[in-house]
């Protein structure tokens, strides 16, 4: 089977540095993906790792290490804006063509004045 | 806003109603989604499609009925849902399956 885990809830205060990792079991695995859901809204597209290492994204960025199917989300200079659900999700399926996104449970960032 | 535009943003019906849900994207996304997404949960996949064809059914009720009338355009048809139905219905695109998915913004979804 497949699974993600990542944490449930993470609080940081406001100009802080937050990570949340994420670790997976799945088989062909294609690339972490994580994104951004504020309540009430729809998921937005964050960043992709389909190879091992960091991406940057202004103050996002992202780890991949499939050796140890672990990656992580990494959150500078928080601002209140950033308090949302963020999720992992990894690519399951036989090709690139067949296959669907599986969701880790999400994590919700708290972020305080 | 987004790319992929879902319509209407909200949605409520009677059990014995039938209504569409609709989905466009211009991007040339070949791949194209449906999720139902309870709160405080992550998006639940419904249906895939891929180049206009259903490649995954996530075992959805048949009271859920997907369409793909080209490759920018998806429709899901609802009739006689339950209350437990009620949810945010996503659609989301991307230019091949494992590729990232662009989400619209959804349709809040309430069955009475």
Redesign the interface.
Same mark, same amino acid.
């Given at each position: 089977g497949q699974s993600l885990e990542q944490p449930s809830e993470v609080t940081a205060v406001e100009g802080a540095i937050v990570q949340i990792n994420c670790t997976y079991q799945t088989s062909g695995f294609y690339g972490l993906s994580w994104y951004q859901q504020h309540d009430g809204g729809a998921p937005t597209f964050l960043s992709y790792n389909a190879l091992d290492g960091l991406e940057e994204t202004g103050r996002f960025s992202s780890f991949l290490s499939r050796s140890d199917s672990y990656g992580y989300l990494l959150l500078q200079e928080l601002q209140m804006k950033d308090s949302a659900s963020y999720f992992c999700a990894v690519f399951k399926g036989g090709s690139s063509n067949t296959g669907k996104l599986i969701f880790g449970q999400g994590t919700t960032l708290q972020v305080k004045p | 806003d987004?790319e992929v535009t879902q319509t209407p943003k909200h949605l409520v019906m009677g059990m014995t109603n039938k209504k569409s849900l609709k989905c466009e994207q211009h991007m040339g996304h070949r791949a194209m989604?449906w999720y139902k997404q309870k709160a405080?949960? /992550?998006?639940e996949?419904m249906f895939?499609y891929?180049?206009e064809k259903l490649?995954?059914n996530?075992s959805v009720p048949s009271r859920f009925s997907p369409e793909c009338p080209n490759s920018s355009l998806l429709n899901l048809h609802l009739h006689a849902l339950q209350p437990e139905d009620s949810a945010?219905y996503?659609c989301?695109s991307s230019t091949? /399956?494992?590729?990232?998915?662009?989400?619209?913004?959804?349709t809040r979804l309430s069955i009475l």
């Open positions: - | 987004t989604y405080k949960k /992550p998006p996949l895939v891929s180049y490649s995954i996530e945010l996503l989301a091949r /399956p494992n590729q990232p998915q662009h989400f619209g913004d959804g």
